[in-house]
């Protein structure tokens, strides 16, 4: 969703234990029956009990918190600690979209249709035409002279076209499209789009649709209509007839008319929230005072910790006011109105035993704010740092590492289940009776089932409706943890993938066979897994517009070349992913109205296996949860039977030809919630996702903040809780700028991390730098000449899991890659590794990995710091590799 942030900043300090006596005695505090000082109330805090289901404890008038409070707190010595928590939330902004069609000037043949947006954002309108004598539904491109400038040709079907603001320093945007009424044309199609995060807007569910004669049209929500034709008389086909007549003759009368319709964007806000913590000179107690300049009611969830474990429990009393016990697991207080009515506040005494103070902070039932994914953690004494609990593991996404800040999530009923099972699998993995006796491989495992439990947490937080109990993921995730099962979104973590074909590898009929010959020198590379392509019968001769699932005799060659193949490359340790195109598939009879809707072969699938919004191919199933591969029908997966077949057919696959894991093709034309039910069907030892995305543009010129655009990857990873990575889209894109323009300051973003997918979650991001697509004979997008290596030099030293083209690798730079595959091997770099990026400047791009490996890239200088004895490994036109003596 669109991104508009207000930023502010907050503080956490942590000072030391002392209190000055104050001239004005009401500044004071006093003692309570608890021999603590209250800052809030004369009165003693009493715990009060009560036979309701939730105990109310101290329950006092509210007040609002004065200065009072934060003055106490600043009249200490000795600042021992201070950082910065943003909030980030968002909400959802309501505007409008705009249509009218009316006369442009004198002319009576000259009309203008006006399409307006009220909100904020890049917009474009995505639109085409229909033609009076079009049969079914498809899209045109508008005639040369109705384009407005800045319009971009889409294929053949549909252009984009910016919206303009009609003034400056306004929101509104507009785009104004002439057209001549002499015209063949019957009405003009589009969606609205926001560049800014890639979202759509269309009307109802489908395209918006302005007609411009009166007879009805196939499909589309009509705007702007002028006839009720559930009514029309029996000479309804003579009008039409008719109509088109006088049309071709330009005779047509249009009808101006003006809509408008809702449109909800979610937007950014950004507020923050700071705490101040000092002890009792006498009492030893803890004080923190808590404040934020969120608006409206803020409730804490809180509770104390005594070790790193950071478990929580609930401390004794006494309670600030508006404080109640939650299932005896934490507290929750209502914090204070402060003076003038700019946020709230609140102050918490803690007993020294505990060392931490742990909350989150809840705004409504469906809104809570937590910090990098997991709870807010403020140390109580000094030389400990402020940081989320260490039951978050590095691939927590979007809410974590994500975002890198705190994030909005919605409350369910369950959640604490998953959260106390990740704290669990912690102190299991932590404790020194563990590592005495788990293996190194057990342990990597728990750290797995960790992670895929934060990305199964997130994606539940995004939704409204839980899909399982509290119960059933106690039981079953835990049950998982000692199995040592790999995760299919990350396979060992030390996996170096090949694609191995290219777009011609179909030409020969023998594709199998030849690979089968290279398939000792590939294993003797390092890689460990093998891309396939696709190998169902299919138009095209790639195999990426299948028809028949089950015939897998294709122009790469027959179904026993292909299971020799997986045999043979199994035999020399390497695991298989065949290429999977889920998202649409070929029919092989038309309907009685001509459209190849309808399939043949062992799943004879009708148009109830087509998404009803697909323009092109009268779809009867339910709307689409992705977005439209126009070549072929884009299947329904809310269908129970379509998913039922295709979990059988990718069993089948594993079981008949032997494939290890997937590579999921166009994953962006369908929600990644179904992705997740295939992967748990077909267990694959390693999955990964095509989520093509444009990055973002101004004027051209690549945009360095790219956050929005990985985040639609990351959320689409969200989606399938973590079963399946991403290819790393992003960090191409910005290689492809860095290495080009001599912008390398562009491979460290705003936080001095990767600025791709793997900056963010780095253990479910496949990095490469072509493919078959991008490069090859098609050459779509292809990576800067002659900078390749420079690329993989890249790829092949940093965390995630590098995808290799074969083109590269056979061909002159073989050698160098092989030399970056052996030292990655022999460092032990994966999925997880830890890197330190030392230099981002205009020439040059340095990074330490994992303490072991040191690297450079550009025409810049740099050398690894003397302090080590580093040796230089690898080295090529502008790039450098060294390793740390051991």
């Known amino acids: 969703m669109s991104m508009s942030t207000a930023t502010a900043t907050a503080t956490v300090t942590i000072v030391k234990p002392l209190l000055r006596r104050q001239k004005n005695a009401s500044l004071l505090p006093h003692r309570t029956n608890s021999n603590c000082f209250?800052?809030?109330?004369?009165?003693?805090?009493?715990?009060?009990?009560?036979?309701a289901s939730t105990t109310r404890l101290c329950r006092f008038k509210p007040r609002r918190a004065s200065s009072v409070d934060t003055a106490l707190v600043e009249t200490t010595d000795d600042l021992l600690f201070k950082d910065t928590f943003p909030l980030i939330r968002t909400q959802t902004v309501e505007g409008k979209i705009f249509i009218r069609l009316d006369k442009d000037g004198k002319d009576q043949q000259c009309w203008q249709l006006s399409i307006g947006c009220s909100l904020p954002g890049k917009w474009i309108l995505h639109w085409g035409v229909s033609y009076v004598d079009d049969v079914g539904s498809d899209w045109d491109q508008p005639p040369m002279n109705m384009r407005p400038l800045g319009s971009v040709p889409i294929k053949d079907y549909a252009?984009?076209?910016?919206?303009?603001?009609?003034?400056?320093?306004?929101?509104?945007?507009?785009?104004?499209?002439?057209?001549?009424?002499?015209?063949a044309i019957a009405a003009i199609n589009f969606v609205l789009k926001d560049e800014e995060t890639g979202a759509w807007y269309q009307h109802r569910g489908r395209d918006f649709k302005v007609p411009l004669v009166d007879f009805p049209l196939d499909s589309g929500n009509v705007v702007g209509e002028k006839t009720?034709?559930?009514?029309?008389?029996p000479s309804k086909d003579e009008d039409i007839n008719n109509e088109i007549k006088d049309l071709k003759q330009g005779k047509r009368q249009l009808e101006g008319f003006y809509e408008e319709h809702p449109i909800v964007k979610y937007v950014t806000i950004q507020n923050s929230a700071a705490v101040s913590v000092t002890k009792c000179s006498k009492t030893a107690k803890t004080l923190l005072y808590l404040e934020t300049d969120l608006p409206g009611e803020v409730l804490v969830h809180w509770g104390v910790c005594r070790n790193d474990a950071k478990n929580w429990e609930i401390p004794a009393?006494?309670?600030?006011?508006?404080?109640?016990?939650?299932?005896?697991?934490?507290?929750r207080t209502m914090l204070q109105l402060k003076d003038g009515g700019n946020g709230c506040a609140e102050l918490f005494t803690v007993d020294e035993e505990f060392t931490g103070f742990l909350f989150v902070l809840k705004l409504d039932d469906n809104t809570w704010l937590k910090c990098k994914g997991d709870d807010f953690y403020i140390p109580l004494s000094s030389g400990l740092p402020s940081q989320p609990g260490q039951g978050q593991s590095e691939g927590t996404p979007a809410s974590g590492e994500a975002v890198e800040e705190n994030q909005e999530v919605s409350q369910t009923a369950y959640t604490d289940g998953i959260i106390n099972e990740i704290r669990n699998l912690v102190n299991g993995i932590s404790s020194e009776k563990v590592r005495e006796t788990k293996t190194k491989e057990a342990q990597e495992t728990i750290l797995q089932e960790i992670e895929k439990l934060a990305a199964e947490a997130y994606s539940i937080f995004r939704s409204s409706i839980p899909t399982f109990t509290e119960e059933s993921v106690a039981e079953s995730e835990v049950q998982k943890a000692p199995a040592a099962k790999i995760c299919s979104g990350t396979g060992t973590g030390y996996e170096i993938l090949l694609q191995g074909f290219n777009w011609e590898s179909n030409k020969s009929g023998r594709w199998y066979i030849e690979l089968n010959e290279k398939a000792l020198e590939i294993a003797s590379l390092g890689f460990t897994v093998i891309w396939l392509p696709p190998p169902t019968e299919s138009v095209s001769p790639e195999g990426y517009m299948p028809k028949d699932l089950y015939n897998l005799n294709s122009r790469y060659g027959s179904i026993d070349e292909l299971k020799d193949l997986v045999k043979s490359l199994h035999k020399r340790g390497l695991k298989v992913l065949g290429d999977a195109v889920l998202n649409h598939r070929c029919a092989?009879?038309?309907?009685?109205?001509?459209?190849?809707n309808v399939f043949g072969g062992r799943l004879k699938w009708d148009d109830r296996a087509i998404v009803a919004d697909d323009p092109h191919f009268q779809g009867r199933g339910n709307k689409s949860s992705g977005e439209f591969f126009h070549a072929a029908p884009n299947i329904d997966h809310s269908q129970d039977f379509v998913r039922e077949d295709i979990k059988e057919w990718l069993c089948w696959l594993r079981d008949e030809i032997g494939y290890d894991g997937w590579r999921l093709d166009f994953v962006r034309g369908f929600w990644g919630g179904y992705v997740k039910d295939y992967m748990d069907a077909s267990e694959p030892y390693f999955a990964v996702g095509?989520?093509?995305?444009?990055?973002?543009?101004?004027?051209?010129?690549?945009?360095?903040?790219?956050?929005?655009h990985r985040q639609r990857i990351v959320d689409w990873i969200n989606a399938t809780s973590g079963t399946a990575g991403a290819f790393d889209v992003t960090t191409k894109g910005i290689l492809h700028s860095a290495l080009e323009r001599c912008e390398y300051w562009r491979l460290s973003d705003q936080r001095g991390k990767p600025p791709g997918v793997v900056g963010w979650w780095p253990s479910r991001a496949v990095t490469f730098i072509e493919n078959h697509d991008t490069g090859s004979t098609q050459g779509h997008w292809r990576f800067p000449s002659g900078k390749e290596m420079q690329g993989y030099a890249y790829i092949l030293t940093h965390p995630g899991t590098p995808a290799v083209f074969y083109d590269h690798v056979f061909s002159h730079y073989g050698s160098e890659i092989s030399a970056l595959l052996s030292l990655r091997n022999r460092n032990k770099i994966h999925c997880r590794s830890i890197i330190e990026i030392t230099k981002a400047e205009r020439d040059v791009y340095a990074a330490m990995i994992d303490e072991k490996v040191a690297m450079k890239i550009g025409p810049g200088h740099?050398?690894?710091p003397s302090e080590r004895n580093w040796s230089l490994a690898a080295q090529g036109n502008d790039y450098k590799v060294w390793e740390a003596a051991s």
């Open 588 to 596: 092989d009879f038309q309907n009685q109205n001509g459209v190849w």
């Open 38 to 51: 209250n800052f809030s109330s004369r009165k003693p805090n009493v715990l009060l009990r009560s036979h």
């Open 862 to 864: 740099y050398e690894p």
């Open 690 to 708: 095509e989520y093509w995305d444009s990055l973002s543009y101004t004027y051209g010129e690549m945009d360095h903040n790219q956050d929005a």
């Open 317 to 331: 009393g006494p309670y600030p006011p508006e404080t109640t016990l939650f299932k005896n697991k934490a507290l």
């Open 228 to 233: 009720d034709f559930a009514e029309a008389s």
């Open 159 to 183: 252009i984009e076209t910016p919206l303009k603001k009609t003034s400056e320093g306004d929101t509104f945007q507009e785009l104004k499209i002439s057209l001549d009424s002499k015209s």
